[in-house]
């Protein structure tokens, strides 16, 4: 048995700075007025995977291992903590399920602290709350890179395979993904399980549980994601979009009292939450990950009250009796006094002969460190030159053999912040190639290159890619939102003096009324962060227009 310290995860995978903190006698007996200290037997189970709500343990002596698949052939030890040290990691606090199960390596003794209490005394103990947190957000990262979690079985090319793997790496759930037309292992384990690669995809649950092909909602509610049900009655403010701006709105509304609910169709964090550093955000000098800042987010609006819903798509907006119904796509509807729509934009597609068929296994639009275990040691390709497609490149270039960064504009400064081109031009495994475009995708089943051309000479070569990412270009994602909200010449929604609109008068005559900053063309519905016309496609610009919003909502239901 490995000794208190040791654990299977390489440098490469994270950065351990604080993942295994050991708690102070101070911190210890903080905690040991929540909870019971008890007694522990070698072999003792402390929790399994699969189990929800559990207790959170601290070490007061011995060791306790943390291992995944106990109790089966591919057991193996994750990590073994010893005293002062505690167990758990994110799915704790958020009441997802738990990847792995713990067991007490040798007699000892352990301190256990109900869930409940444990969060009460995060949100009055600010240190205390942020070491725990900031271990468990590294200690999800050493999972998801350790490959530890829910194990998605498919082939490649199965649009249904890739959308699991995306909702896991959008979840930022720990996942492993086992190829049929790569791994070797694969087949051998449905022949296991009775199932054909035909009845692929499935999804295998804490080393027992099967789904077939699951839909994301049932994902999700098999892991104990947060999906609440429906408020019966009108809630005070409904929050579509769970990116940055979103976030921001839930956690000032549900601060102040008001009746908060989050929806969102695919995951919390939105685009922002797929990026592997933002450097430039106030407040976090070394930078802080798109995970990491949702997460924190999240469990902040958690704190107050508020209500996430996901996945849950919104396809339709109506509007009467002083409140707005939003459906969706399960067919049910949530009623609000104020919406502050939140639903960010997608990135546009490239208009290159034969991409839907590499979009099947080839073709991303995120960078999350899911995309980075596929291609790792392969020559990439990334289109695009603005923030993101720089956040790519720096974070790509870490795992990728090559990676050219193919770019229309002829400086990469015209879209791009500073800090990122530094940085890409110090990477030796990066060509920059300017002024380009992409003309066409080679391959048979998947991608083997692109060819580029050059804007000013015409001039045309082949780089070689296995995987492609998009990162061009914004849609906003409005299509929901029917005829009743005013829209801009590309689909941004209008807010302020943009969607002032003609109220008709008592006596026939047109009069104007002026919105609120953030409102849009219907009274109490508010526009907040990339979808908003006109708003600055920043991540701090994006949480301070969802902080206003909340003001502004409030205001204009007591003006109603």
Known sequence: ?????????????????????????????????????????????LFREGDRNC??????????????????????????HGRGRFLGELSLLTGETMFYSAMAASPGEVLAVPVDRLRELVARDPAL??????????????LIGLGVGLRIVGSRYSPDARRLRDFAARNRLPSRWLDLEKDPGAEALLSQLGVTPADTPIVILHGRQ???????????????????????????LLVVGAGPAGLSAAVYGASEGMDTVILDGTATGGQAGTSSRIENYLGFPSGISGAELAERAVLQALKFGARFVVPAEAVSIGYGDGHSEVRLEDGSSVSARSVVIATGVRYRRLDVPRLEHFEKASVYY????????????DPVAIVGG???????????????ARLALIVREKDLGECMSRYLIDQIERLPNVEIMLGTEVRQLLGDQALEAVVVEDGQTGSRRT?????LFVF??????????????????????????????????????????????????????????DVRSGSVKRVASAVGEGAMAIRLAFESMNSR
């Open 1 to 45: 048995m490995p000794t208190d310290g040791q654990h299977l995860a390489s440098p490469e995978t994270a950065d351990f700075n604080g993942a295994y903190p050991r708690l102070s006698d101070t911190q210890i007996a903080a905690l040991a007025a929540l909870g019971r200290p008890r007694d522990v037997q070698p072999h003792e189970i």
């Open 55 to 80: 207790d959170f343990f601290v070490v007061l002596a011995g060791n306790v291992a943390i291992l995944e698949g106990h109790g089966t052939p591919e057991e193996r030890i994750i990590a073994v």
């Open 129 to 142: 709350g942020d070491l725990i947190l900031r271990a468990y957000l590294i200690r999800r990262s050493i």
């Open 210 to 236: 099967l789904l077939r092909n699951p839909s994301n909602a049932e994902l999700a509610a098999a892991l104990g994601l947060p999906a609440p049900s429906m408020p019966r009655t009108v809630c005070d």
């Open 366 to 377: 995120a960078a999350s460190q899911a995309e980075a275990q596929l291609c790792r040691d």
């Open 386 to 400: 603005g923030n993101s497609a720089g956040q790519a490149t720096v974070f790509l270039a870490r795992h990728a």
């Open 463 to 467: 780089v070689e890619a296995r995987a």
């Open 472 to 529: 061009i270009g914004a849609a906003p994602c409005t299509g929901w939102l029917g005829a009743l909200i005013d829209l801009d010449d590309h689909g941004f929604v209008k807010t302020g003096i943009d969607a002032e609109r003609a109220v008709a008068g008592g006596s026939g005559s047109e009069t104007y009324a002026r919105r609120a900053a953030l409102e849009t063309s219907q009274p109490g519905i508010f526009a907040v962060g």
